[in-house]
């Protein structure tokens, strides 16, 4: 288990923008493949991106290709998800989580808390 601690989350009108952070404070993560999830309410949790350990490779969610850039940096032990031109449809809270392998779409861990993202329309 990697505890992760994700942050950057909050309220933004549709067509804004915000930026995802996803620390690992107690293990590194710099050879895992990491992805980004999220559950909106009443729904169940879904893939979003994912990113090998080297970043470069990515994958994507269909509904979030060209809005949405997951990135990482391995020396701060961190992953990002840029998530632009927003929709309500977003509306989710996002989480991360390792993944078994590069191309994988579900997580190995277990969930943290997580952060809110709210568009509004």
């Known amino acids: 288990q990697v505890p992760l601690v994700e942050s950057g989350g909050g309220l933004v009108q549709a067509g804004g923008s915000l930026r995802l952070s996803c620390v690992a404070s107690?293990?590194?993560?710099?050879?895992?493949?990491m992805g980004w999830f999220r559950q909106a309410p009443g729904k169940e949790r879904e893939f979003v991106a994912g990113?090998?350990?080297?970043?470069?490779?990515?994958s994507y969610k269909d509904s979030v290709k060209g809005r949405f850039i997951i990135s990482r940096d391995n020396a701060k032990n961190t992953v990002y998800l840029q998530m632009n031109s927003l929709k309500p449809e977003d509306t989710a809270v996002y989480y991360c989580?390792?993944?078994?392998?590069?191309?994988?779409?579900?997580?190995?861990?277990?969930w943290g808390k997580g952060t809110l993202v709210t568009v509004s329309s």
């Open positions: 989580n390792r993944l078994r392998y590069r191309g994988a779409t579900e997580g190995m861990d277990s």
């Open positions: 107690e293990r590194t993560i710099a050879t895992y493949a």
């Open positions: 990113i090998n350990w080297a970043g470069g490779f990515t």
